[in-house]
């Protein structure tokens, strides 16, 4: 998709900083996954995560996140 905006509007960003508060906002609201977020924003995973943790967002890690955790923990082979 190609999104048009026009210079007036933009304040001074660049469109990487646009980017970047788009896949925040996007994330903050539930609407992005860690990963969707960090591809918008051009940033790789762990920069993605440092950038939310700057802006004490936090991760969307509930209870079921939690358990299924726990079951790929228990099912991993032993050695």
Partial sequence: ???TI???VMR???PEQVRL???VALFAANQASTC???KIAGLNFLE???ELGRR???I???VEDFEQDLHTLKNLPRS
């Fill in 12 to 14: 001074g960003m660049t």
């Fill in 60 to 62: 969307h890690y509930g």
């Fill in 36 to 38: 969707r977020g960090a």
């Fill in 6 to 8: 026009p210079d007036e």
């Fill in 21 to 23: 508060e788009l896949a």
């Fill in 48 to 50: 993605f995560q440092k």
């Fill in 56 to 58: 004490k967002i936090p």
């Fill in 1 to 3: 998709m190609t999104l």
